[in-house]
């Protein structure tokens, strides 16, 4: 993973005792404290800050994590994945010994994300706008299963909407991620996430005192492990023109250029060359790629989520386009996403991708207001009331303005 060099072996003792906000999706869950830790990311899975939610079913007990992404290629049989998705339903992973639902595969997740945060105050979680009302009940009945202490939880899109309104709407100084309004008017803006599960577009409106989902699409032909596939054929097949073998007839050698997919993603985000290392038991090939070379790959995938997030804004009930679109870490790294959006988008509208722990962190910050009541406990999915104290900050730039 491109971001693996953040971890350290203990968190600092300043924060071990703040509440993590975690960003929950298909893929993996992602950790962090507020504003009092800095927005810190917090390790999940040495060495990796991420907890990968595959559960591997090789061995004797289930491993969640690292073990089933190293064998996600190679013994695809023996991993159960793709099953927040799926909760409620009759779906089961057989390996064995060993049989999973959705709703046993996520404790057992749970029950790793809780070894991982003892000693920490609280969670809220951050969750894909595609799960049911239903699904998010059966979610929080399993984290009470795994002595979860869940303060709230809150879709993706609203938290970061909600983090990011005032600085928004006002233009505060301090807020790096946006292209500020200088009116305080409502307004839109477009949030995009990616996990396995799908590609999901998100519509929130922002205004003074509330920020409200106006839409939301998941669109599961276009999820993360689409990219991937698109990115290990392509490369595939370059291999076979320079040396005409196909590390797709290996399982290993599968594996091996799998697992070095999503470092050159954020290597071809930064602009560098990707080195892709391909062995075999009986060979082996080394390919430099440039970034354009992996836009390329996934030019087709580009145009099909633009057409479709133009379908979504159309049909928007909205006096004019969205002044922002704001694309999560794992959406933005996906190649030639963030371009092909721009492309598409008028002028006015600024397109933007978030720091891994955006979402993380807004779920943090909200913590205290679970806590103290003035959010509800039930499941955020449409509105999000901001404080009240953000109005009196907007009511004294205005006497200082007058005077």
């Given at each position: 993973?491109?971001?693996?060099?953040?971890?350290?072996?203990?968190?600092?003792?300043?924060?071990a005792r703040e509440p993590l906000g975690v960003d929950l999706n298909a893929s993996r869950a992602r950790?962090?404290?507020?504003?009092?830790?800095?927005?810190?990311?917090?390790?999940?899975?040495?060495?990796?800050?991420?907890?990968?939610?595959?559960?591997?079913?090789?061995?004797?007990?289930?491993?969640?994590?690292?073990?089933?992404?190293?064998?996600?290629?190679?013994?695809?049989?023996?991993?159960?994945?793709?099953?927040?998705?799926?909760?409620?339903?009759?779906?089961?992973?057989?390996?064995?010994?060993?049989?999973?639902?959705?709703?046993?595969?996520?404790?057992?997740?749970?029950?790793?994300?809780?070894?991982?945060?003892?000693?920490?105050?609280?969670?809220?979680?951050?969750?894909?706008?595609?799960?049911?009302?239903?699904?998010?009940?059966?979610?929080?009945?399993?984290?009470?299963?795994?002595?979860?202490?869940?303060?709230?939880?809150?879709?993706?899109?609203?938290?970061?909407?909600?983090?990011?309104?005032?600085?928004?709407?006002?233009?505060?100084?301090?807020?790096?991620?946006?292209?500020?309004?200088?009116?305080?008017?409502?307004?839109?803006?477009?949030?995009?996430?990616?996990?396995?599960?799908?590609?999901?577009?998100?519509?929130?409106?922002?205004?003074?005192?509330?920020?409200?989902?106006?839409?939301?699409?998941?669109?599961?032909?276009?999820?993360?492990?689409?990219?991937?596939?698109?990115?290990?054929?392509?490369?595939?097949?370059?291999?076979?023109?320079?040396?005409?073998?196909?590390?797709?007839?290996?399982?290993?050698?599968?594996?091996?250029?799998?697992?070095?997919?999503?470092?050159?993603?954020?290597?071809?985000?930064?602009?560098?060359?990707?080195?892709?290392?391909?062995?075999?038991?009986?060979?082996?090939?080394?390919?430099?790629?440039?970034?354009?070379?992996?836009?390329?790959?996934?030019?087709?995938?580009?145009?099909?989520?633009?057409?479709?997030?133009?379908?979504?804004?159309?049909?928007?009930?909205?006096?004019?386009?969205?002044?922002?679109?704001?694309?999560?870490?794992?959406?933005?790294?996906?190649?030639?996403?963030?371009?092909?959006?721009?492309?598409?988008?008028?002028?006015?509208?600024?397109?933007?991708?978030?720091?891994?722990?955006?979402?993380a962190a807004a779920t943090a910050n909200l913590v205290e207001r679970w806590t103290s009541g003035e959010?509800?406990?039930?499941?955020?999915?449409?509105?999000?009331?901001?404080?009240?104290?953000?109005?009196?900050?907007?009511?004294?730039?205005?006497?200082?303005?007058?005077?």
């Amino acid at each position: 993973m491109g971001w693996g060099s953040w971890s350290r072996k203990s968190q600092d003792p300043v924060t071990a005792r703040e509440p993590l906000g975690v960003d929950l999706n298909a893929s993996r869950a992602r950790a962090a404290h507020g504003r009092a830790g800095r927005n810190k990311i917090f390790v999940l899975d040495e060495p990796l800050a991420d907890l990968t939610l595959a559960v591997s079913l090789e061995k004797k007990d289930a491993e969640v994590g690292l073990s089933a992404l190293a064998l996600c290629r190679r013994m695809p049989h023996v991993v159960c994945s793709g099953y927040l998705p799926v909760l409620g339903k009759p779906q089961e992973w057989k390996s064995g010994r060993h049989s999973l639902t959705s709703e046993s595969a996520l404790g057992l997740a749970f029950d790793r994300l809780r070894t991982a945060c003892q000693g920490h105050d609280g969670f809220g979680l951050a969750l894909p706008t595609y799960l049911t009302v239903h699904q998010v009940g059966l979610l929080q009945s399993v984290a009470e299963r795994a002595k979860l202490n869940i303060r709230g939880t809150i879709t993706t899109p609203l938290a970061l909407a909600a983090e990011r309104a005032t600085h928004f709407l006002h233009g505060q100084t301090g807020e790096a991620e946006t292209k500020p309004s200088r009116s305080s008017s409502p307004t839109s803006v477009l949030i995009v996430e990616c996990d396995d599960h799908g590609l999901t577009a998100t519509v929130v409106r922002l205004s003074e005192d509330e920020v409200r989902t106006l839409a939301s699409v998941a669109f599961p032909r276009l999820g993360t492990k689409f990219w991937r596939e698109r990115l290990l054929d392509a490369i595939s097949d370059r291999c076979v023109r320079l040396c005409r073998r196909d590390p797709r007839d290996s399982a290993d050698a599968e594996q091996l250029l799998f697992d070095q997919l999503e470092e050159g993603m954020d290597r071809a985000k930064l602009g560098q060359k990707v080195s892709m290392s391909i062995r075999s038991t009986h060979w082996y090939q080394d390919l430099l790629l440039a970034p354009s070379d992996l836009d390329a790959f996934c030019a087709p995938l580009c145009r099909q989520a633009a057409e479709e997030i133009r379908n979504l804004l159309s049909h928007v009930n909205e006096p004019a386009p969205p002044l922002a679109v704001w694309l999560t870490h794992d959406a933005g790294r996906l190649p030639g996403l963030a371009a092909a959006l721009h492309h598409n988008m008028t002028e006015q509208t600024n397109v933007r991708v978030l720091h891994p722990e955006a979402a993380a962190a807004a779920t943090a910050n909200l913590v205290e207001r679970w806590t103290s009541g003035e959010l509800p406990r039930t499941h955020s999915d449409l509105v999000i009331p901001l404080p009240a104290r953000q109005d009196a900050r907007v009511a004294t730039r205005s006497s200082v303005a007058k005077r």
